[in-house]
């Protein structure tokens, strides 16, 4: 294979300091029907994701390569992250609830109802540096059994926020399709997918005490592109799981302004990725049917070591 990989392109000068020249795309596994939710677990040296349609979280391990499955079933489970001591967070579509797994394999149920409603099909989440637990809600696993549970939505598509209490509180309501989300570096902007709009936009809104979003502003306009999961590495860039066919599906990268300054090319659509990897420094995407990696010059930006280990 060539390098620089061509699959990598620059789309804007900025992009250049993070792509690495001698590194290449990589398969990794596949057989999956829909992947989603890659989580890295870096005391483990192992990745976690998601197969919506088969009802299983697998389980990648980056000393054999080998991937098996962790939890079958999994509750239809869709987006996955870690809180900062380490556990596992999971978006439940078919359970229509989020869970957290203990060390001891024990599921803890952090959410399944707001106002006397049982939640739509919460999609992805991320723990914010108060420990607050952020997660979308939008009605897509209600639509049939592939990617959830056939149901009726009784809330509006909304964003919520579970505190360290255990209070749940709606931050922003009736949305067009919320989907992936994730904090700027500081902490102070919360980016979120829109996926049910057209064309599709990646939102940006203000983070206030106690999580109060305002400013709401669209940052990007996806144009042809579908955008689903992103992550923000440690310069504040967005680099986000794309799809809409040849030339579009793989990840585009985002500027903190906006600016598209890089994509890379899969042969598959993206729904989303993870940084990890020793040093942070590896992307790991979840794509359809693959998983797959690449070595790039950034990390992904953290909040805290985590403590604890699953085995």
């Known amino acids: 294979m060539r390098v620089p990989d061509p699959a990598v392109r620059v789309l804007d000068p900025r992009f250049e300091r ?21 989580v890295w677990f870096g005391d483990g040296q192992f990745l976690l994701l998601t197969d919506l349609p088969e009802d299983r979280i697998l389980r990648w391990d980056a000393v054999t390569g080998a991937l098996t499955t962790f939890r079958q079933p999994a509750g239809k489970a869709n987006g996955l992250t870690r809180d900062r001591q380490g556990r596992l967070i999971a978006c439940e579509h078919g359970e229509r609830r989020v869970t957290r797994t ?7 149920v952090l959410a399944d109802a707001f106002a006397g409603e049982r939640l739509n099909s919460p999609n992805d989440v991320v723990v914010a540096a108060d420990d607050a637990v952020w997660f979308t809600d939008p009605p897509f696993g209600l639509a049939s059994d592939y990617m959830g549970r056939r149901g009726a939505a009784a809330l509006t598509a909304n964003v919520y ?8 509180v709606c931050m922003a309501e009736d949305l067009e399709g919320p989907n992936g989300l994730a904090f700027s570096p500081d902490g102070t902007t919360l980016y979120l997918v829109e996926s049910r709009a057209r064309p599709c936009r990646i939102v940006a809104y203000a983070v206030g005490v106690d999580g109060a ?8 306009d996806a144009g042809e592109g579908r955008p689903d999961g992103l992550r923000i590495d440690a310069d504040g860039n967005l680099w986000c799981g794309w799809g ?18 890089g994509h890379i090319d899969l042969p598959e659509r993206c729904a989303n990725l993870c940084f990890g990897g020793p040093q942070g420094n590896r992307l790991f995407m979840a794509a359809t049917g693959s998983l797959y990696a690449l070595y790039v010059n950034t990390m992904g ?3 805290a070591p985590f403590e604890g280990e699953y085995q």
């Open 244 to 261: 809409g066919g040849a030339g579009l599906d793989g990840v585009r990268i985002f500027a903190p302004d906006g600016t598209a300054i």
């Open 102 to 108: 203990e060390y001891d394999g024990r599921i803890t």
């Open 161 to 168: 926020r579970r505190d360290v209490t255990g209070r749940l």
């Open 18 to 38: 993070y792509r690495l020249p001698h590194a290449r795309l990589e398969r990794l596994g596949g057989g999956m029907r829909w992947a989603e939710g890659p």
């Open 213 to 220: 979003l305002s400013d709401r502003r669209v940052l990007i």
């Open 301 to 303: 930006a953290q909040w």
